[in-house]
């Protein structure tokens, strides 16, 4: 066995979820995206963070949006729900690919971001800094997971598993 260093993806997806909690939002919430990998682990543990903070307060999800986390899939998957009458107050994306993909399709409906709709998305990507407004993103911590990998190496008794935090990067998405 080989100690593995993860980013703590449930922990990540609660951390999403607080966001919009702590925005007062209480109705409205859309998951973006599935992950398309066989045997994944990201999309699924971050589902589990989200949904499991928001039903701690009692806030469930209005709808999941499959798609893949590409940013013309997450594009035609939030045109595709606000066309068929969808009016969420916040969404909340799988990776910043899918957040640019829903900005794109929610501009194109004449909602704005925070105002109509707020968003927050994960990975923390240079992307999510392009995003105009500045998308709220948990992190993916590459510096945190590296610098802990080589922790475990000199260990001579490493764990099997490490989970490394994911930080909310700020931005101004979410009001």
């Keep these: 066995p080989v100690p593995s260093v993860l980013p703590d993806e449930v922990a990540g997806g609660r951390a999403a979820a607080q966001v ?3 925005a007062g939002v209480r109705r ?3 998951v973006v ?3 398309p990998t066989p045997n994944a682990i990201a999309g699924p543990a ?3 963070g989200i949904s499991g903070r928001l039903a701690e307060e009692g806030v469930g999800i209005d709808a999941v949006l499959d798609c893949d986390w590409t940013v013309e899939q997450a594009f035609a998957a939030v045109s595709s729900h606000l066309g068929a009458g969808g009016r969420p107050r916040a969404l909340v994306c799988l990776n910043d690919r899918i957040a640019m993909g829903a900005y794109q399709a929610l501009a194109e409906f004449g909602l704005t971001i925070p105002g109509d709709v707020a968003v927050v998305s994960f ?8 995003l105009r407004p500045k998308v709220v993103s948990v992190e993916l911590p590459f510096v945190a997971m590296g610098r802990r990998a080589v922790e475990l190496v000199l260990d001579p008794d490493p764990p099997a598993q490490v989970l490394v935090d994911m930080p909310v990067q700020p931005g101004a998405s979410v009001s």
Excluded: I, Q, T
Excluded at 123 to 130: I, K, N, P, R
């Design 20 to 22: 919009l909690l702590d």
């Design 33 to 35: 995206g599935v992950d």
């Design 46 to 48: 971050r589902f589990e």
């Design 123 to 130: 990975d923390g990507s240079e992307l999510a800094g392009w």
């Design 28 to 30: 409205g919430v859309v």
